[in-house]
T-cell receptor, first 113, second 115 residues
Framework: GESVGLHLPTLSVQEGDNSIINCAYS??????FIWYKQESGKGPQFIIDIRSNMDKRQGQRVTVLLNKTVKHLSLQIAATQPGDSAVYFCAENKGAGRRALTFGSGTRLQVQP | DTEVTQTPKHLVMGMTNKKSLKCEQH?????MYWYKQKAKKPPELMFV???????INESVPSRFSPECPNSSLLNLHLHALQPEDSALYLC??????????????FGPGTRLTVT
């Protein structure tokens, strides 16, 4: 996940709809993946994480899916609310036990009331 | 409590100034991190401390000097910065077992402007 350009991809959804944010990761050695939400002027906020020995993990209103075959990660948000509007970043650790996280370029989620 | 605090919230400094950013956590985490984030970009790792020792330096210029005085505190000393160093500087912390990667908790950041 390298950052590209100055324009974040944007996903616009209606309040109450489900949102799916996708992320392609780069390193097949990565064994830990995490999603963060970042609101304007704030630091990234932890949403959910998943290890490579799992395909799916659920939290409150959020689900993360991991497809190691195609190196793809997705975040599903159920019943999206205006408060979910933010930039969402996926991150990977690029190797077992590595502490360093490498972030993807981010997706802006806009929730229309 | 999953709070990481950072001071100051905003900092404006000239290129000849010396200043420091401070970060504190009381979660008992033994890994602490500095990231730099430019506008509309993802955070980029600068430094990692593990058990108060520097374990990763991502080829950061020497005008940035990290310090970890104890297990709760992390500082970033700034000297002779350039205007392109203007960014949001984020501190994070996580558990540290030496074996697995764990979620990192971020502070709100310090918005730095170099004039």
């Amino acid at each position: 996940g390298e950052s590209v350009g100055l324009h974040l991809p944007t996903l616009s959804v209606q309040e109450g709809d489900n949102s799916i944010i996708n992320c392609a990761y780069s390193n097949s050695a990565s064994d830990y993946f995490i999603w963060y939400k970042q609101e304007s002027g704030k630091g990234p906020q932890f949403i959910i994480d998943i290890r490579s020995n799992m395909d799916k993990r659920q939290g409150q209103r959020v689900t993360v899916l991991l497809n190691k075959t195609v190196k793809h990660l997705s975040l599903q948000i159920a019943a999206t609310q205006p408060g979910d509007s933010a930039v969402y970043f996926c991150a990977e650790n690029k190797g077992a036990g590595r502490r360093a996280l490498t972030f993807g370029s981010g997706t802006r989620l806009q929730v229309q009331p | 409590d999953t709070e990481v605090t950072q001071t100051p919230k905003h900092l404006v400094m000239g290129m000849t100034n010396k200043k420091s950013l401070k970060c504190e956590q009381h979660m008992g985490h033994r890994a602490m991190y500095w990231y730099k984030q430019k506008a509309k970009k993802p955070p980029e790792l600068m430094f990692v401390y593990s058990y108060e020792k520097l374990s990763i330096n991502e080829s950061v210029p020497s005008r940035f000097s990290p310090e970890c005085p104890n297990s709760s505190l992390l500082n970033l000393h700034l000297h002779a910065l350039q205007p392109e160093d203007s960014a949001l500087y984020l501190c994070a912390s996580s558990r540290e077992t030496g074996g697995d990667t764990y979620e990192q908790y971020f502070g709100p950041g310090t918005r730095l402007t170099v004039t």
